[in-house]
């Protein structure tokens, strides 16, 4: 009798260092079935935002050019999943499931639900590890429980071997013309805004396009890496993040590609930048460990003290902040970058991420909502961890008091307002020395620019040493509550 596998895609769209579709094609299995199954129900409040829908559009159309290239075809189905799998079954006669496992909450129940049913129904049921480069599991501290920090964290496991990642196949078997798919319009995942269209004009989703984006990066920015990841106007870190989040390309591949690189380019300033980036991947492995370990934190602070923390329920501040309108041009700047772009550089995610929970006293949890709708690389286990780190709530957190001053930010690391003037174009013609503080210009300066405060850019929501004590005050109240 023929055995068939189905090979279950889900944030792991690539045809490369695939271990369940290089699992299925290396066992006596005569057909595989991809099928990408979209059940957004199954992952409740975090089924992904509205930029990452875009992101999954543009993938899946083209994982399934790939697929075609090599003699098979994306399957696309509706969920429930189980339901969804069963059909698709019985559809095929397929015997065996496999995937690549994911750490998020809901969808290691879901997944946890799903091996059970199909295991009691006699299928086979295979998961591999794809996603990170060590299972959150096999990390512990030498008590036995889960880092909370990352530096010890990334010690324990920077030198560990990793597998080489596994080549892309060059052809697959054909899916046979029964098997029915839906079609990637009926998924829904376009917004009727022009949205859509900017993230297209930005960006190349798919494996090619991320394998781009990590040439690009080690030709033209790993030699500079630890100065000009800090300047948000250059283009100096690797813009990975998408492709990460949906599996275009693993973190094992990049680790491998990057030993590759390094093999044929030599300086010892080389190798300090690439340890650096390396540990960038090591908090993006951090982040996924506290997640799994915590699986609270997407909704609670990870220090139990800030449950209590008074924040300020500031509505007005909240639409502001998400408009880029706050009268503070890093702050804004920052948040029309991910408007327009579905992007936002980290300088900027950690300034505009303390300037919310910290100025304005807004919860957390709301700018982690804002993020999750508009990243294109929104991620439960990185922006759970951005989010609590930033507010200082979280595992290996910024201590609360140390509060970013968004206009100190911008001339430490937008010196030129370069930043600044290509999102806020209000303040283009604003001296440098201005550019930051532009409610501390004197009256001459700004007429020279042709800004009058209040009516082409506004006057600063809050002033930033005043909300600065008072956030202090309020960590004081839940401090002496410990
Ligand atoms: C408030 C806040 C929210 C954030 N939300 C997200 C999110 O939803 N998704 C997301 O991928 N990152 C998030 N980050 C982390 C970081 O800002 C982005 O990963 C980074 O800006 C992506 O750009 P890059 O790929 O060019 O980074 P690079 O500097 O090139 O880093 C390479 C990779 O390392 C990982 N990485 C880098 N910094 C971090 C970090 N601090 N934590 C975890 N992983 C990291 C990412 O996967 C990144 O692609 C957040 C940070 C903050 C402060």
Request: a negative charge; hydrophobic letters at 40%.
């Amino acid at each position: 009798m023929k055995q068939r596998a189905i090979v279950w895609f889900r944030r792991d769209l690539r045809l490369a260092d695939n271990p369940a579709l290089s699992a299925a094609l290396n066992s006596d299995f005569d057909a595989i079935v991809p099928v990408f199954i979209h059940a957004p129900d199954e992952l409740g409040a975090w089924a992904p935002g509205g930029a990452q829908r875009v992101w999954l559009h543009l993938s899946l159309e083209r994982l399934s050019a790939q697929l075609e290239a090599l003699g098979s075809r994306l399957v696309i189905r509706h969920g429930p999943t189980r339901e969804a799998l069963d059909t698709l079954i019985e559809e095929s006669g397929a015997t065996a499931v496999y995937w690549n496992r994911l750490y998020d909450p809901l969808t290691i129940a879901r997944d946890k639900n799903v091996k059970k049913h199909l295991d009691d129904s006699g299928i086979e049921t295979a998961s591999f590890q794809a996603h990170l480069l060590h299972e959150p599991w096999t990390v512990e501290t030498k008590q036995g429980g889960p880092y909370k920090v990352f530096t010890p964290f990334w010690k324990a496991i920077k030198d560990r071997n990793l597998d080489a990642p596994m080549a892309a196949p060059d052809a697959l078997p054909e899916v046979w013309s029964r098997i029915g798919t839906e079609t990637l319009a009926s998924l829904d995942l376009l917004p009727r805004l022009d949205w859509g269209r900017r993230i297209r004009q930005t960006w190349t989703s798919g494996e090619d396009g991320a394998h781009e984006r990590l040439e690009q990066f080690l030709d033209n920015a790993i030699d500079n890496y630890d100065n000009d990841r800090d300047r948000p106007a250059r283009h100096g870190t690797s813009y990975l993040s998408p492709h990460l989040h949906w599996g275009e390309i693993g973190p094992r591949q990049i680790m491998h590609r990057l030993e590759e690189w390094l093999d044929t380019h030599s300086g010892k300033a080389l190798q300090d930048h690439a340890a650096s980036f390396r540990s960038e991947i090591g908090w993006r492995e951090f982040a996924h460990h506290v997640l799994y370990h915590f699986p609270e934190t997407p909704e609670k602070p990870l220090d139990p003290r800030f449950e209590a923390f008074p924040w300020s329920g500031d509505d007005e501040g909240l639409k502001r902040w998400q408009q880029g309108q706050t009268g503070i041009p890093m702050v804004d700047a920052g948040m029309r970058e991910l408007w327009a772009t579905g992007y936002m550089h980290n300088r900027l995610r950690m300034t505009v991420a303390s300037f919310l929970t910290k100025n304005l006293r807004v919860a957390w949890q709301h700018g982690e909502r804002w993020f999750w709708d508009t990243l294109v690389d929104a991620d439960l286990a990185n922006n759970t961890l951005g989010w609590q780190w930033a507010t200082g709530c979280g595992a290996d957190a910024a201590p609360f008091f140390r509060i970013f001053n968004p206009a100190r930010q911008g001339e430490r690391f937008d010196s030129d307002g370069e930043y600044v003037r290509r999102w806020v174009p209000e303040l283009a013609k604003l001296e440098n020395r201005h550019i930051h503080e532009p409610w501390k210009a004197p009256a001459k300066a700004l007429k020279v620019a042709g800004i009058t405060l209040g009516d082409d850019y506004p006057q600063p929501i809050v002033d930033l040493k005043a909300s600065r004590r008072e956030a202090l005050e309020a960590f004081d109240q839940i401090k002496q509550s410990d």
